[in-house]
């Protein structure tokens, strides 16, 4: 089957896609052969496409779906379980990838589709579940005995969803922390219980019984904050906005540096709940989370469209630098 990729976002998590590619096996999804010589990869994306062509029963041209795409005009894809609801990519590459990545939403019948919020669908959909699954682990562990949470990157898309969730949670303070340019904005947000800078680190008592959320994935900033809190009760590792900085957390004082994946607490609920109910969940929480985000009197995400192959490089080099308005979201087409 064949598809036109209508558009896509591009965001830091994408970045964070590149980053982790040989460890979370993002490279995997689209393989490109110059990848194992240290060359070029195809990173992965989430957006919109359409059917052009199809020898799946099942599926017909025209049709639509939301999904984890190449950055690309167009991809091949191979369907197998398909439903109402959509279906799976079967390449045999793909077998042996986590399923969250590989199945794609028939958007007549996706409950989290509205075509006026596609846009927010591309930049938001996959980092707020994220966040949200980042907030239902903390709080499925007791918030390891903590009850100060420390998010690194506060201003990325991640983050910021993150904390929209623990905000709700009784007792929890969330610090923000972020670099001095974007301190405003995230203040702004009305979601941290604090905002500060990563020089103003030692405002948060030594003391503290903490949990660090790091999607900046800054070894300094990791190292600097597990030799300052005596009491942190975890660190949970989830991306790396800082690509510049990224380091390993070997040989670091407290407890290890604990990569975050969100597939594997999605089977936990799915599990411990069922699909259904989880699915519940998530619509509501991404409901209020949207309606928050596209608040009239002060929007938290203004949306930018570009097209064609120059705009598209150059939206990545400015991302990648950590450079432009946090508050702009990126959409792209080629």
């Not at 598209?312 to 087409?333: C, D, F, M, S, T």
Request: hydrophobic fraction near 40%; glycine fraction near 10%.
């Amino acid at each position: 089957m064949r598809l036109a990729v209508d558009s896509f976002a591009l965001t830091s998590n994408n970045i964070t896609y590149a980053a982790f590619g040989d460890a979370m096996q993002y490279w995997g999804f689209y393989p490109v052969p110059e990848v194992d010589d240290g060359g070029w990869g195809c990173i992965p994306v989430w957006g919109f496409a359409t059917v052009r062509e199809s020898l799946c029963e099942g599926i017909a041209v025209g049709e639509k779906f939301y999904g984890y795409y190449p950055m690309a005009s167009e991809a091949v894809l191979l369907p197998a379980r398909v439903g109402a609801s959509g279906f799976f990519d079967g390449a045999e590459h793909r077998r042996e990838l986590h399923a969250v990545y590989n199945q794609y939403m028939h958007c007549g019948t996706d409950p989290f589709y509205s075509a006026s919020s596609e846009d927010l669908q591309s930049l938001l959909r996959p980092l707020f579940f994220t966040s949200w699954l980042i907030d239902d682990f903390l709080a499925d562990n007791d918030f390891f005995g903590a009850n100060v949470m420390l998010l690194s990157s506060a201003s990325s898309k991640t983050a910021y969803g993150t904390a929209f969730q623990l905000i709700q949670r009784s007792g929890i303070e969330v610090v923000g922390l972020t670099s001095a340019a974007n301190k405003a904005f995230c203040e702004s947000l009305g979601c941290y219980s604090r905002v500060l800078t990563y020089e103003q680190l030692a405002q948060v008592k030594a003391d503290a019984a903490c949990v660090y959320v790091d999607f900046a994935g800054n070894a300094e900033l990791r190292r600097a904050i597990h030799t300052r809190f005596a009491s942190l009760a975890y660190s949970c590792s989830i991306g790396g906005t800082h690509v510049a900085q990224l380091g390993g957390a070997k040989d670091l004082p407290g407890p290890r540096a604990t990569l975050f994946f969100a597939p594997a607490q999605i089977k936990k609920r799915q599990d411990d709940w069922g699909p259904a109910e989880l699915r519940k969940r998530l619509v509501q929480a991404w409901q209020a989370f949207t309606g928050r985000v596209t608040q009239a009197e002060s929007p938290w995400l203004i949306v930018q469209r570009h097209e064609g192959q120059q705009a598209v490089e150059a939206i990545y080099h400015e991302v990648l630098a950590g450079g432009g308005n946090p508050r702009i979201g990126h959409i792209l087409k080629l």
